[in-house]
């Protein structure tokens, strides 16, 4: 029998705004209400940020990170939290001294960067080994920061979920599962349609599947207009999928998502219309080795 298929929700990530869509989730109230919608739709994983309520900017806020869990909890699901642990690496030079950090950087200690991971202790965070030019800021994620943190994770008893934007990302990855500093099997995110990140079409996304680890399981998404296309591919190709507001606010061309929820019901339909079977959160567990 094939193995069923996951389904992650990114629920709110830390770019996306209240001008691109105004139902964006940003309290801590908002974002498990929408993860909790998630999961009742198919979700086996919500993939949490959480943001300042006043100025709806990401935050590395540990009370706010426990108030999503536990309100997600509370409600009764036992979806599979994922906190994300990118940010604090984002460096905006100066205009007058590139050298200098402008306004909107959050680059910090990579011991900042894992704290909630360490006190909260969720099933699966993110690490991203993207450094790339990512609109006019810079993400920075060195191999020794990368080393500290996933050195953090590791100690909470976390599954990381290596997150690649390019081909660069997956050999330094690969380095790290050879070097045992990171476990195997090891769990990947493809990032696709990202400016100045992999290309969203088959090709590279084939490319990228061939360079992974045999015992490795996969998922990948899409950005924007190509969050549903390279989520069909990335069933076609083998691997699970991803799907939420910090990706797409569109359910088609021209239209606003309802919510998350609704994203995460088309997803479903996609995958099953292409003959796949969605695993729930314990199946998902066992497909992950998290139990």
């Not at 999961?39 to 006043?54: L, M, S, T």
């Not at 309802?258 to 292409?274: F, M, P, W, Y």
Request: charged letters at 25%; proline letters at 5%.
């Amino acid at each position: 029998m094939e193995k069923k298929t996951i389904v992650s929700c990114a629920v709110t990530g830390n770019i996306t705004t209240r001008d691109q869509h105004p139902n964006l989730p940003v309290t801590p109230e908002e974002i498990a209400n929408a993860a909790v919608g998630a999961w009742k739709e198919g979700a086996g994983i919500v993939h949490c940020h959480v943001r300042d309520p006043e100025t709806h900017l990401g935050s590395m806020d540990i009370n706010l990170y426990k108030e999503v869990i536990d309100r997600i909890r509370d409600a009764g699901s036992d979806v599979i939290i994922n906190l994300t642990t990118g940010e604090g690496g984002r460096f905006i030079p100066s205009d007058d001294e590139p050298r200098v950090a402008g306004p909107g950087t959050t680059l910090c200690r990579p011991e900042l960067r894992v704290q909630h991971v360490k006190q909260l202790k969720p099933e699966i965070c993110t690490l991203d080994f993207n450094t790339m030019v990512n609109g006019n800021r810079v993400v920075i994620n060195t191999p020794p920061n990368l080393e500290i943190m996933a050195n953090t994770i590791n100690e909470a008893g976390t599954k990381p979920e290596l997150e690649i934007f390019d081909s660069g990302d997956l050999n330094m990855a690969n380095d790290f599962i050879k070097r045992g500093i990171l476990k195997s099997p090891a769990m990947f995110q493809l990032v696709l349609g990202i400016r100045w990140g992999a290309a969203p079409d088959f090709d590279t996304l084939a490319y990228l599947v061939k360079r992974l680890p045999e015992d490795c399981e996969w998922a990948a998404f899409g950005v924007g207009r190509f969050a549903f296309k390279t989520l069909a591919m990335a069933y076609l190709l083998g691997g699970h999928v991803r799907i939420g507001m910090e990706d797409v606010v569109h359910i088609r061309k021209g239209e606003l998502c309802r919510d998350n929820a609704q994203l995460v019901e088309k997803a479903v339909g996609i995958v099953e219309s292409l003959g796949g079977e969605i695993a729930t959160p314990t199946e998902a567990r066992k497909i992950l080795k998290l139990s």
